[in-house]
């Protein structure tokens, strides 16, 4: 019988932890796809990171490391330095990359760093229980911010990928989604891209896909799919914000 | 062919790290250690190996730990306050059971504290700064010389036994200048199966990791540690005696403060004073079996630190207080005299401790 569909080389057998509903699983899936697709799977090594896909070293099936919170793109850099062949990748979520490694993510964008980062923006700290991330939009409720994110008291959610576009250093920089199919199928290319980028050695590129989290946000999975849709993405917008290459293609 | 230079302490680490192969070098500046970056910032491009400075101490020390975890010979420097920021990575690379060398060219604490020379840190190298069980292995040169023989020591130790090696020097001998040599001799090197070098198809993914949720598996990983630990505290204890043969004072100090100590017990010979000196070398694991070996022999021990006494207490601890210890000490960057320890030693004599 012909095999249709099947699970990617670059994902393990082991059973996901994530919670039903959780677009983790799909993140995963796209990262290993395009791994396979490339055929770099016996030369990459991969950057957990601290927060729900702490994991992810169980997850895929190339060389991987746990870096500290926050800290994925200085881990990545040190590999990466000494093993500039390997493609080297970090995982993240939005506590990790915008509030505790902030600094790591703008000076490995800024330094162009030639590794890809896939950072997964879902609102909210997931894997502590629901926190209020750097992310969380205006007025969100949650664990920590009860009363809705007053953004008088605690400042305005960050938007990485317009700061990170304003850097002279970073190869590419994009936001894609994954609430829908075309959204999904938009960032497999994304992602696709990123690690291929890295291939040629172009530099840092970072895709940051607007995820949900049903258990924390308090919504059934469907709901959350649509708040992404009517709540994050108009704060968020998906977009190329930045690609040096196509635009020295389109100078010429 | 062995070669006789003249150096400073830092530059000496810098070198003794390039002969010892290492390649990577990941820092942030910090005054009294800067020379260490600087060495590197022009040596390693020369040589295939790569500088570069990170945006904090906190991301110099997870680059180390990526180039460790890579299987790279990899090093770090700092001083005080960039040890305590480096302390969460070096739990981290306990953790994870990778080897890397981190230098820290103390100076007076506690906070911003001062840039002048110290020895505040022992609590922090030697019982460690981060959190968790583990251990690093403490070199603590005393000259020039030590610094870049203990520096090459110090990568190979890390290597045998998967661990941090810590050169705990002062400012002091990382300014001073000395004459070293560097002999010829091979460094050893370990074969590294658990690195990072992508599957190429041909194994199991290698994970580096120190996260264990069940806390049965997490158990057993720390208690297997500290059976490594254990041989090397066996195995791997340095120490100098001087004068000890038929002392009946004996003086304890490390780095910096032991050369001091060193011209107060022949000042105290020539009085007539039978004392000698024990310089631990290695901090961690601490020379137990010459300071029991001690507390057998002597009246009692004076302990010559540049801090606010730090070692005095595992002085006490592994002469398990049989007999007096007093603490001749300085801190904040200041120095005592051989004239002070010498009246230290008087006083010891004189029964009070």
């Known amino acids: ?252 | 062919m062995a070669q006789r230079v003249l150096m400073k302490g830092n530059e000496a680490i810098a070198e003794a790290a390039i002969r010892a192969g290492c390649r990577h070098y990941f820092g942030y500046p910090i005054t009294p250690q800067t020379e260490i970056a600087a060495y590197m910032a022009k040596k390693m491009p020369k040589i295939g190996g790569v500088f570069l400075q990170a945006e904090s101490e906190i991301a110099s020390i997870n680059m180390v730990y990526g180039a460790a975890a890579a299987g790279m010979r990899v090093m770090t420097s700092s001083s005080s306050p960039g040890i305590s920021l480096k302390s969460e990575g070096l739990s981290y690379i306990a953790g994870s059971d990778v080897p890397a060398l981190v230098v820290n060219v103390q100076r007076g604490g506690p906070g911003l504290g001062g840039i002048q020379p110290s020895q505040s840190d022992y609590f922090q190298a030697t019982k460690g700064g981060g959190h968790g069980d583990y251990r690093m292995i403490v070199l603590a040169p005393a000259s020039v010389q030590e610094m870049a023989s203990l520096t090459i020591k110090g990568f190979e130790l890390a290597d045998k036994y998967l661990m941090t090696s810590m050169i705990l020097a002062d400012g002091t001998i990382g300014q001073m200048m000395e004459p070293i040599t560097f002999e010829d001799t091979e460094v050893k090197t370990y074969e590294k199966p658990w690195a990072l070098t992508g599957t190429n198809g041909q194994r199991k993914h290698n994970v580096v990791n120190s996260l264990y949720l069940k806390p049965d598996e997490l158990e057993q990983k720390n208690i297997a540690r500290y059976e490594r630990y254990k041989v090397v505290e066996e195995n791997e204890a340095m120490w100098e005696e001087y004068m000890m043969e038929d002392a009946e004072y004996c003086v304890v100090a490390f780095g910096i403060a032991s050369r001091v100590a060193k011209n107060a017990v022949v000042a105290a010979r020539k009085e007539g004073i039978k004392v000698g000196l024990i310089r631990p070398i290695t901090l961690w694991p601490f020379p137990k079996k010459a300071l029991a070996k001690a507390a057998e022999q002597v009246k009692g021990f004076v302990c010559v630190e540049l801090n606010m006494g730090q070692m005095i207490e595992d002085v006490r601890l592994y002469t398990q207080c049989k007999k007096p210890v007093s603490l001749c000490s300085r801190c904040g960057g200041m120095i005592p005299s051989p004239e002070e320890v010498l009246e230290s030693i008087r006083k010891a004599q004189k029964g009070e401790f």
Not at chain 1, 208 to 214: F, I, K, N, Q, T
Request: one cysteine or more; hydrophobic letters at 40%.
């Open chain 1, 1 to 252: 019988m012909a095999t249709v569909f099947q699970k990617p080389k670059s994902l393990s057998d082991a059973p996901l932890h994530y919670c039903p509903g959780c677009p983790h699983g799909i993140i995963h899936r796209l990262v290993a796809e395009a791994i396979d697709e490339l055929g770099i799977e016996g030369k990459t090594i991969g950057v957990a990171p601290v927060g729900c896909a702490v994991m992810a070293y169980d997850y895929f099936t190339v060389d991987m490391i746990e870096a500290a919170h926050g800290r994925a793109p200085a881990t990545a850099t040190g590999i990466k330095r000494c093993r500039p062949e390997n493609i080297v990748f970090t995982y993240q979520g939005d506590g990790d990359l915008a509030s505790i490694g902030m600094a790591e993510t703008v000076h490995a964008a800024a330094r162009n760093e030639n590794i890809t980062v896939i950072f997964v923006n879902n609102a909210i700290y997931g894997m502590t229980g629901g926190q209020m991330a750097p992310t969380s939009l205006p007025g969100q409720v949650t664990q920590t911010s009860p009363y809705g994110r007053d953004v008088n008291h605690c400042g305005w959610p960050i938007k990485v990928c317009e700061m990170l576009s304003t850097l002279e250093g970073p190869e590419y920089i994009t936001r894609v989604a994954v609430n829908n199919v075309k959204n999904v199928l938009n960032a497999k290319k994304a992602i696709k891209k990123a690690f291929q980028n890295q291939m040629e050695g172009k530099g840092f590129s970072l895709v940051e896909v607007v995820s949900a989290c049903p258990t924390n946000w308090g919504m059934t999975p469907q709901k959350a799919l649509q708040w992404v849709e009517s709540d994050m993405l108009p704060y968020y917008p998906i977009g190329v914000y930045k690609d040096r290459s196509a635009a020295k293609e389109e100078a010429k």
